[in-house]
DNA sequence: CATGAAAAAGCGGCCGC
DNA sequence: GCGGCCGCTTTTTCATG
């Protein structure tokens, strides 16, 4: 991992966007566009960004080797594909010294799509989504049964977007 | 990665219901390869499902019409992309009466990455993303006179997935 | 970094079942 | 609705300047 400069964070308005190292105003184009299609090709990305196929394509290999790029997916309406209903879950662990395995744990249970740690009063806070409210339920009481967790939960009544 | 379906007693999502939903097993099968893949080929999606590659193709087409596949898009780290700061932003209207503009005039605030109306104390969930803390002050001052609200900002120390 | 080629792969439409 | 085949198009990759 490179450990980058302190720079100070100190906001100038002509650089809205890009800041790390290495990223230019380039890579941000590229990342745009591929954020919006991701099955744009290298064609398309070089036409949109003024450069030619072969440095479009060694720009997008190096931002995925760097893990900039993480990969590729379908932008999925859950809503319509049966799994109509999301919630927030923040969860508060009962017990702190066991706070850090918590994410780990709760990785593989089904229908956690998120996990965030926060700061603030709960430690985590999940995305969920299940087909139901009483898998709502279930999945609760499986997060309950797998970490020693208190958990509230405020479902998600629309997306905007 | 994992996917949904802890199938259980109560409620069967992927039951031809009629009015609804026409989504079969492998279909869902599809939607999850292209989730974890959105740059997965026909012929991949055929193998996989053991479907041959016509019929996985109007299968893929069917969920694009439907727009149960809204589209694809590159998978970004924003933490290295120069966006290092997530934050959620709970927003509660100072006037209820318009409660309903909000959404919209929000959709075109930068760094407002999606909008949750949500079940609970606050109407709406934001999720936000910054290159400072500088710039989630000047977010949220934007949101102020934007919008007549008053908010509360969780800020996300780590995104665990 | 741009250009141009060759090679490979995916896609879409046809057919019959 | 599903499966297989074939031709077309596009993309990718690799050479070179």
Redesign the interface.
């Known amino acids: 991992m490179s450990v980058q400069n302190n720079r100070d964070?100190?906001?100038r308005a002509d650089e809205?966007?890009?800041?790390?190292a290495g990223?230019d105003a380039k890579d941000?184009a590229i990342?745009n566009l591929?954020?919006?299609?991701?099955?744009a090709t290298l064609s398309q990305l070089a036409k949109a960004t003024g450069l030619s196929v072969s440095a479009a394509q060694s720009r997008v290999q190096k931002l995925e080797k760097?893990?900039?790029?993480?990969?590729?997916?379908?932008?999925?309406?859950y809503e319509?594909?049966?799994?109509p209903i999301?919630a927030?879950v923040s969860v508060t662990p009962l017990d702190y010294t066991r706070e850090s395995e918590i994410?780990n744990k709760l990785?593989?249970?089904?229908?956690i799509i998120?996990?965030?740690?926060?700061?603030?009063a709960p430690s985590?806070?999940l995305l969920v989504?299940?087909?139901?409210p009483?898998?709502l339920e279930?999945?609760l009481n499986?997060i309950h049964r797998t970490v020693p967790v208190s958990t509230e939960s405020?479902?998600?009544?629309?997306?905007?977007?």
């Open positions: 964070d100190k906001d809205p966007v890009t800041s790390s990223i941000v990342l591929l954020e919006a299609d991701g099955r760097r893990g900039i790029i993480r990969g590729y997916a379908a932008v999925i309406d319509r594909s049966g799994l999301s927030f994410p990785h593989d249970i089904d229908g998120s996990c965030y740690s926060v700061a603030g985590f806070v989504r299940v087909a139901s009483s898998k279930e999945l499986l405020t479902v998600i009544l629309k997306t905007y977007f």
